[in-house]
């Protein structure tokens, strides 16, 4: 819930100047990609478990953690392409 609200919050901020500073494209990709990993912790607590939830268990877990890992990455590597070509 915590993620959905902050993830709420970035679009209604996205003009901010702190908002915008920090990159609310990719803020909006860690926001979803933590969203996904929270999930697949979810579907692994009920105890009555069939392949369907394993397998999306494990989808979820690694789409999550791609689009976490692949946002913090493209977010520094846009950081560092700014101070590159700043004049």
Known sequence: VNTIWWFVWVLINRRNKIVVAASPTFLGG???GALCVYLSMLLSVPYYMNSAMCGARIWLLTIGTTLL???MLAKT???S???VYQV
């Open 30 to 32: 860690m926001l979803v």
């Open 69 to 71: 890992m692949g946002s």
């Open 77 to 79: 590597w846009d950081v």
């Open 81 to 83: 392409l700014q101070n």
